[in-house]
């Protein structure tokens, strides 16, 4: 089997447009409303929505949601 050669990369899961690499990953030790998340020091090919106050476990936070560039598929919030 040959092994591939280039940067691990994050996908979109709708359109598969690449939004993360692997080696931007902070820490994996998140939970989102819909499971595992990952926090990156770096996204790209991404939309940034409008910021807003939000309760999360850890207290209030502004928060902005982000979605796939070519699909508008949300991703998660910065």
Not at 15 to 28: A, E, F, Q, Y
Request: aromatic letters at 6%.
């Amino acid at each position: 089997m040959a092994q591939s050669i280039g940067p691990r990369l994050y996908s979109c899961c709708n359109c598969r447009n690449h939004v993360g690499l692997h080696d931007d990953i902070i820490s994996k030790a998140f939970q989102g409303r819909t499971g595992r998340a990952f926090l990156f020091s770096h996204a790209m090919n991404i939309v940034l929505g409008a910021k807003e106050d939000r309760n999360l476990l850890t207290g209030l936070h502004t928060v902005a949601d982000i979605s796939c560039a070519d699909c508008n598929e949300p991703l998660g919030w910065n």
